[in-house]
């Protein structure tokens, strides 16, 4: 008889249950005692499913709204993504499968808008992701990362416009505009890094959604049109060490303030590097025994530093890739742009051109014995660099002439003077290059770090 009221009771409140039970969206909630009995089964498998198939296959969380009213369903959706940039690019394109999708088949039939669109938003992103990293086999890094970022901020736009045609709560980033409304999504993401939380792959999503990508359209918004940086270094060699050492005044060192944030981390990150190796470099060179094997163990101490990144993941550089040791040091070797420290030399940096920016340092500190008037005001007009050497060339010829003739001349054009007529002009023109050498030491000296990139 106890039993029988026991049913009766319970019956009866589920029957009140039913009959008041209310949604946000008008969704019916339907219960069963064999339902509320598979819901409290303890789950002993030890570890959660993949989100991926509990999708399609499992039930999301039952939970109740409040102590006074119906228990609600609740499907939770991870959003939203945040801004691609250089350090989480690699992760958007080699984890994209191991991260949530939402089918249609998630959601009940009816009811939790915001939450669906929330979820389109993740599934178009993810999709125009890959599309993006597919073609980074023939595209430059720069060019892929460009298309991530256009495909996040067009999921955001049109997240925003679907959100704001509905009556419901506005989500809080959209009611910002322009770069307020993509920090306020990025700075929301939950999983800024795109890390995999799937543990088995995602089956991909039958996707309709276009993404049209052109990638003209990012020489203005990645990488600048010259980047004035010599990464990476040549490796320190029996045959480079002298002049490693000796022009290193003359290599610039850089400073990263002037990169205007997150995609050009990767450019600072190189910049850092190179400061690092040449403040080594100057320790070394310093010593009187064991420069070379003091440079070349900074030298790859610093780029094994370079390749671990500065949040403890490997750096997106294609030396770094795989093994370390002799390999990944031959492979900066042969990407070195200047392996043996020569592009600091006479061939760019102490051309007789040089002397238009340097002439007054040198008549100041480095006097030659005879006037620079002369080239500074023929020759340093806004003309090309071969116009320039042209006219250099023929001032050295007249001013070497006519030095000769004179009785009494400086001690070191005098000894050219003793030279064949036609080496004396030879002999003037490495006076000059010496106190453009001494005078650009100097300046160089006293300047202050160059940006990366012009």
Not at 297 to 313: A, D, I, V
């Amino acid at each position: 008889m106890g039993s029988s009221r026991t049913l009766v009771y319970s019956t009866a409140v589920v029957l009140v249950l039913l009959s008041s039970a209310t949604t946000d969206e008008q969704h019916d909630v339907t219960l069963d005692f064999e339902f509320m009995q598979e819901i409290q089964k303890p789950d002993l498998s030890g570890m959660q499913r993949p989100l991926g198939y509990f999708l399609d296959e499992g039930l999301p969380d039952f939970k109740p709204r409040s102590f006074s009213g119906p228990p609600v369903l609740d499907y939770p959706v991870k959003f939203p993504l945040g801004r691609p940039t250089s350090k989480n690019l690699q992760a958007i394109c080699l984890d994209g499968d191991h991260r949530p999708r939402y089918p249609d088949s998630y959601f009940p039939k009816s009811g939790f808008g915001q939450q669906r669109r929330k979820a389109s938003a993740v599934n178009k992103a993810e999709s125009w992701f890959s599309t993006c990293c597919k073609r980074n086999q023939t595209w430059e890094r720069d060019v892929v990362l460009c298309c991530a970022t256009q495909a996040w901020e067009l999921s955001v736009e049109s997240f925003c416009e679907e959100d704001s045609s509905v009556k419901d709560r506005l989500y809080s980033c959209c009611s910002l505009r322009g770069s307020d409304r993509l920090n306020c999504f990025h700075n929301s993401a939950p999983n800024p890094n795109y890390e995999p939380t799937e543990i088995l792959p995602v089956p991909p999503l039958p996707f309709t959604a276009n993404f049209n990508f052109d990638p003209n359209t990012c020489q203005s918004r990645t990488v600048p049109k010259k980047v004035d940086i010599t990464f990476p270094p040549g490796r320190p060699t029996a045959d480079t060490i002298e002049s490693l050492c000796g022009n290193q005044k003359l290599r610039p060192l850089y400073t990263v303030k002037c990169l205007p944030g997150l995609d050009y981390e990767w450019l600072a990150h190189q910049a850092k590097a190179i400061n690092r190796i040449e403040k080594a470099f100057k320790q070394c060179c310093r010593k009187k025994q064991g420069v070379l094997n003091c440079a070349d163990q900074k030298w790859r101490e610093e780029l094994n530093k370079f390749c671990l990144g500065e949040n403890g993941k490997e750096e997106d550089f294609h030396c770094c890739k795989g093994g370390g040791g002799n390999e990944r040091y031959n492979c900066f070797q042969n990407a070195s742009p200047d392996p043996h420290y020569n592009m600091t030399s006479a061939n760019e940096e102490l051309s007789l051109p040089k002397i238009c920016n340097t002439h007054k340092m040198i008549k100041n500190k480095f006097p030659v014995g005879f006037p620079l008037k002369s080239f500074v005001n023929q020759c340093c007009l806004p003309i090309s660099e071969q116009d320039k050497s042209l006219c250099f060339a023929q001032k050295l010829e007249e001013i070497s002439g006519s030095l000769c003739l004179k009785r009494k001349s400086p001690p070191a054009v005098h000894h050219c003077c003793h030279m064949p007529s036609q080496e004396a002009p030879q002999c003037i023109s490495k006076i000059l290059m010496d106190a453009i050498t001494k005078a650009t030491k100097v300046l160089r000296h006293n300047k202050k770090k160059k940006c990366p990139y012009a």
